[in-house]
Structures are given as C-alpha cells and as structure tokens.
C-alpha cells in the first residue's frame, strides 16, 4: 500500500500540506488561544512548552500536516494521520486543530473532506479518536456520518490516561 501520509492536497478554502520544522512559531501563533483548547483532555497546549511537545510529536510522526488558509496563505492549523493498518485498510485522522476564526463548518469541513477523500483511495474506513469532552468535535464528526463504534483510554502525555471515544467513517 503506497498510502502517503503526507500528502499536498487543496481544496477552495484551505490548502493543507506536510508540515516542516520551520512551521513551529505559525502552528504556535494558530495554538496559542485557551479557547481552542477548552473541550481538549490536554487543554494547556495554549502554553509554549506544551505546543512545543506537541509539535515535535507531529515531526516524528511523519504524518502532520499544515492547515494554511488560502485567502491569507496563513497556518491556521494541523492535523495528521497516523496508525495506518493496511491489513485492516483503516488509517486515524487526529490531532486536528483550527483558529476560532475557522471554526462553524465551512473550514473543518473542507479539511475533513480532503483528507477523507485521500485517505479512501488506499483505505475503506477512517477512525477519528476524540476526548469524551471534545463535544464540538464529536459533532462535527457525525455531520460527515461518522459513527461512535468504541470508547477506551488513551495514553496522556503526563503518563496517565485520556478517555477518548472511537469514531468510524466508512467509504
């Protein structure tokens, strides 16, 4: 399976491309809200230290992508794929973040539809992983029709754990 995980796709609102090591102060600029991060189960990624793990994870995952908005060419947020199961055909998308200004639809919409339509033509289904808080999330994720099919703990940059809920969308 020749799935690339970092792919350059466009779309009419955004264009969202690998992400690079000289993307930290944009990505950190779009981060940096409390807001964004109220619903999140690591809501102090506002905080320069903590965006900064969180960057370098997304580096080492070889899966990040930039969220640039194309009226302004600005980084306005990331996303990424990641634990691809190619005998399972099922890819994650997560770690998925826009600026307050992007919130409402149009915007995640796009990138929802961009990286689902990549992803459809290696995989059948995507799994998106979510905070059992993230309720803005879980609703924008059965606008698209995806479904809750688990919830489990997840691993917390601290050492302890997340309770996350497991959402499916099918080809």
Same mark, same amino acid.
């Given at each position: 399976?020749?799935?690339?995980? =970092? &792919?350059?796709? =466009?779309? /009419?609102? @955004?264009?969202?491309?690998?992400? /690079?090591?000289?993307d930290f102060e944009p990505l950190f600029a779009a981060?940096?809200? &409390? +807001? @964004?991060? $109220?619903?999140?189960?690591? /809501? $102090?990624?506002y905080k320069r230290e903590v965006c900064q793990k969180f960057f370098d994870g997304a580096m080492e995952s070889r899966g990040a992508l930039a969220v640039i908005d194309r009226r302004s060419g600005r980084i306005i947020g990331s996303s990424r794929y990641s634990n691809l199961n190619a005998a399972g055909r099922e890819v994650? @998308?997560?770690?998925? #973040?826009?600026?307050?200004? #992007?919130w409402g639809g149009a915007y995640n919409g796009e990138l929802k539809r961009l990286m689902l339509d990549h992803a459809f033509q290696f995989v059948d289904a995507v799994l998106f992983v979510v905070? $059992?808080?993230? +309720?803005?999330?879980?609703?924008? +994720? =059965?606008? @698209?029709g995806a479904t809750l099919v688990e919830e489990r703990e997840v691993p917390a940059p601290d050492g302890g754990t997340n309770r996350h809920r497991i959402f499916r969308c099918p080809k």
């Open positions: 399976m020749n799935f690339d995980l =970092q &792919p350059t796709l =466009q779309g /009419r609102l @955004i264009e969202v491309r690998p992400l /690079r090591p000289e981060a940096s809200d &409390p +807001l @964004i991060w $109220e619903q999140h189960p690591e /809501r $102090e990624r994650e @998308i997560g770690y998925t #973040f826009l600026e307050r200004a #992007f905070g $059992e808080n993230n +309720l803005r999330s879980q609703k924008a +994720l =059965q606008k @698209i």
